[in-house]
């Protein structure tokens, strides 16, 4: 087997099919594994391309984590608690209690600040609906979570304040912008179907060591053949077999191959007859949505939070991540991470720094006395497929139409948005339907959850 793309979901496949006793070759053109997670160093900090945060549910990518001896390097909470900043130094808390689902947010809805009491009383009217709802719907690919929520009582402030608090991060795209089904399935599979499945967990350690030097031990341990810096060509049909062609003209030849990049790149890849009739024509159509991150390192610590949201403010969410950095004394290292990014993409990282200093500052008063001793702008284009309306019929699924070829990737018909568990899982799928190995519903079973 070929596995192109040395991302989570192509990572997730090789080790899957070695795991199953297939001979794997995986081949990245990058020099490095981990896709759209990576890190850098700058001015002697370990830093992230972006801040990436994963829910109890993603049984799959947490069960990858284990599966590649990553397990200790990431926190997870004990119960769910999201720190709300607004302007002037106030903090509310979105917790779950030990109350059964969905009743486990009741209480942090009705006594949220920052919404007036008959907006909070339709907040979790509008939660017990959309507890209701079937994310794999098609009739909810047409609607938009934000013409949904307007039905259903949401003012604008509490789609600002609330809903878009965790549409933006988990779809990247604002509620009035994506597709019903897909928020469904973040609102539904992480916070109101069970109690546990929205705690929230985050890296220790630099992306690039959490992801990509881990997985390159665990499938050198797994006997999988790495070749990096090798980009691919063309995929060509041998009749019962496939050659992938790389780039400096080397050959591989292998009865099966999985196409692990993203859906742009992958529809330069893939023959015209690989997916149904104009499918691959309509994967441009899938689109994309930044995200855009702003580093900031202080020169004294300004909080103690480990991450946090804000409302009334062009901050997102800020994340710590001096000690994944290696910042060593008195400072402190935030990155303040934007979603649906569009607006931010043009404009200069002068202007961006400034901004958000000043917007930590209202926060954080304490900021207002520290000093910005550097700064950096980190941008994602492509971050993500953009999670609009009608999109669920572009996302192809794991099977071509041509014996012996398969997909992977986020972008694949996961039934999630694009995520780090949407793309562990499409992997773990197209290795599966690959080797024909039956469904197991738990890790347990498998090694890595589906």
Known sequence: MVVIGGGLAGISAALVAADAGAEVTLIERRRRLGGRTWSFVHNGLQMDNGQHV?????????????????GDLVRLQSRLDVPVLAPGGRCAHIRRSAAPAPLHLAGSLIRYPYLGVSERVRLVRAAAALARLDPDAPSLDGITFGGWLAQHGQSPRAIETMWDLIARPTLNLPADEAALGLAARVFRTGLLDERSSGDLGWARVPLGQLHGEQAERALASADVEVARQTEVAAIEDSGSSWTVVSANGQRRVADTVIVAVAHTRAAALLPS???????????????SSP??????????????????????????FVFDRTESSGLRGAGQYLVVSLSAADAYLSRRSSELVATMQEAIALLLPIAARAAVVDSLVTREPSATFRASTNTR????????????????GAWTATGWP???????????????????????STASEEGIAS
């Not at 855009?292 to 949201?309: E, G, K, P």
């Open 273 to 287: 007859d690989a997916l149904a009739p104009g499918h691959i024509d309509q994967l441009a159509r899938l689109g």
């Open 418 to 440: 694009d995520t780090m568990e949407g793309a562990v899982r499409s992997g773990i799928e197209a290795s599966r339907a690959a080797l024909a190995i039956p469904h197991a």
């Open 54 to 70: 994963f829910m109890r549910c993603c049984t799959a990518y947490r069960a990858l984590l284990e599966r590649i001896g990553a």
């Open 291 to 316: 995200i855009v991150n702003v580093h900031l390192v202080f020169d004294r610590r300004i909080t103690d939070l480990a991450f946090a949201a804000a409302v009334d403010s062009p901050v997102q």
């Open 393 to 408: 019929r572009l996302r192809p699924p794991c099977r071509t139409a041509l014996p012996g070829l398969f997909v992977a």
